[in-house]
């Protein structure tokens, strides 16, 4: 993403994926956006920023 640029929800949704460990249950998640207990939340707040 281009400096100043402003942030929709497919962006926030890759920018998940990136740069940072996110571990349930002792298994580390490496598509968190997709995964079963992550999903509904990551869509919900990707609809946030093309509201």
Do not use: N, Q, W
């Not at 100043?4 to 298994?27: C, N, S, Y």
């Amino acid at each position: 993403m281009k400096p100043g640029a402003v942030k929709d929800g497919r962006a926030h949704l890759a920018a998940l994926d990136t740069d940072r460990a996110v571990f349930l249950d002792g298994e580390l998640i490496t598509r968190v956006a997709e995964h079963p207990a992550f999903a509904e939340s990551c869509r919900a707040i990707a609809g946030l920023y093309d509201f």
